[in-house]
């Protein structure tokens, strides 16, 4: 039997993992920490259950495909809650936009805010439709090993204008702000700049109306458990809370993985879905070709980091929806700051996120868990101590937060801690901190990310947000299914 080594658990790595142990390769994970998840990480405390996120389920059906591979049913191991209204989204002058695929609900809030963009929203779906089967369905799986294979694409990312820009293209159908806002923030999810994003990601309307946005009941640690339950079964093999060191190589092959324990294997493949430059720099320290990609890594752009605050509050709140943007004075102009300027604005936008108002099991009875999560510079463009603005930044989101949704917030908070760019960077090994790898622009995508198989070392593969198609679950998983393709058949 051929053996396979991951390295890392996040959904990327646990998607690749069972997709090789249903194809009959003994599989091993590592991972560095001390629970599997990646990115999904999780906290318990006082009670409470705080996700690290991603925290949006969308496309199930990338999952339950996971299942299916050996005839196992997911819903056995995990439940999926709907999620309605996908998000609300909220200005500063106390306006309310409930977006969802309830597409009479859907038209009666576009028509509340600018009745003449209705038609312009119609011809906006449409557009979101074709990308989505281009960008989505027909090439998210596959892997752009050479320039060949981007050039076949060419003809179809130019018929839908990729090279403009997300908001650009939502521009180009609706004339109201609000609605260009509210139409394009999807991008910032996977780590995105609306201004600068290919409008080939318009699809996620598409992904969104189709398959709905859910909730693993429990937290989206649960689904993580249920990922790991399953690849368990399977026969895969999972060691946890001891970091890999290094990726060995002899000639153009990757030999054997090592971790800091001191233990040691051989292996006949080995994938990473650790973060990339990670994985080059300092997996792949003693080998040519990782210092050679990790120069060139390092001149790319990476996608900015993020402020989380997690806290949990005495009372429920039914108001209150699972998903909320709370929009901040700039749309723009806060962009360019986080993405450009690389400064900490005295403003911001908020990504809410309330999930005892589905799935009250993770809060103590009476009590509810949240995060607030701002966009913020990643490390190389912000070097600052997070240790002394991460309590005074913790303090601003709590207060906007209070002014705008919960008056008494800070006497109501039983629990509440925050996750800075620095734990990316300590706890994820994460590149300046990045949280979603590299930034998706047209010039990182496709070809032009990191490949799913290396150039050279023909026996190391690489999943997760770092690669094609990108970052989300939809993303990683899509990855995986590239990526495990290519190794079965390179190990038969």
């Not at 809030?109 to 906006?124: K, V």
Request: overall charge neutral.
């Amino acid at each position: 039997m051929k053996r396979a080594c991951i390295i890392g658990s996040g959904f990327g790595g646990l998607a690749l993992a069972i997709r090789l142990q249903s194809s009959g390769i003994a599989t091993t994970v590592v991972e560095a920490r001390d629970k599997p998840g990646g990115r999904a990480y999780f906290w318990e405390r006082d009670g409470f259950t705080f996700d690290a996120g991603p925290t949006v389920v969308t496309d199930p059906e990338c999952l339950r495909e996971l299942w299916r591979l050996s005839g196992h049913d997911m819903a056995n191991d995990i439940e999926l809650m709907p999620v309605m209204p996908f998000y609300r989204l909220n200005w500063p002058d106390g306006t309310n936009f409930d977006y969802s695929n309830d597409d009479t609900q859907l038209r009666r809030e576009i028509g509340r805010i600018s009745a003449e963009d209705l038609p312009g929203y119609d011809a906006f779906a449409d557009y979101a439709a074709g990308v989505y089967e281009e960008g989505y369905v027909k090439l998210g799986h596959v892997p752009f090993l050479d320039f060949g294979s981007m050039l076949k694409a060419a003809p179809a990312l130019a018929r839908y204008q990729a090279w403009r820009s997300v908001y650009s293209m939502v521009s180009s159908f609706m004339k109201s702000e609000k609605l260009r806002e509210a139409f394009s923030f999807h991008t910032l999810l996977v780590g995105g700049n609306p201004m600068t994003t290919s409008a080939i990601y318009a699809l996620i309307h598409k992904l969104e109306k189709d398959g709905g946005v859910w909730w693993a009941k429990g937290g989206t640690n649960r689904l993580i458990a249920a990922m790991v339950k399953h690849f368990e079964r399977l026969g895969g093999t999972i060691r946890l809370h001891d970091p890999v060191l290094h990726i060995h190589t002899l000639g153009d092959r990757a030999s054997e993985v090592e971790t800091v324990s001191g233990w040691r294997e051989r292996f006949d493949a080995v994938a990473s879905n650790a973060d990339i430059m990670h994985s080059y720099r300092d997996l792949l320290i003693d080998s040519p070709r990782g210092k050679q990609v990790a120069k060139k890594l390092a001149a790319k752009r990476f996608s900015p980091s993020l402020f989380v605050v997690h806290f949990g509050v005495e009372g429920s709140w039914p108001g209150i929806p699972h998903h909320m943007i709370l929009f901040g004075p700039r749309y723009k102009g806060l962009l360019a700051d986080i993405y450009d300027h690389g400064v900490l604005p005295q403003d911001f936008s908020i990504y809410l996120h309330h999930p005892t108002v589905t799935d009250p099991s993770v809060a103590p009875p009476g009590k509810s868990t949240f995060y607030a999560l701002i966009p913020v510079a990643h490390q190389g463009k912000l070097p600052i101590d997070w240790e002394q603005v991460g309590p005074l930044l913790e303090k601003r989101v709590l207060d906007e937060v209070g002014r705008r949704l919960i008056p008494d917030i800070h006497d109501r908070i039983v629990t509440k801690f925050h996750y800075a760019p620095r734990d990316f960077a300590i706890d994820l090994n994460a590149w300046q901190g990045s949280a979603f790898s590299l930034e998706p622009i047209l010039t990182q995508s496709a070809w032009f990310r990191t490949h799913n198989r290396d150039d050279q070392i023909r026996n190391l593969y690489f999943v997760g947000a770092g690669t094609h198609p990108g970052a989300g679950i939809p993303g990683v998983v899509g990855s995986a299914k590239a990526t495990a393709k290519l190794m079965v058949d390179d190990l038969r």
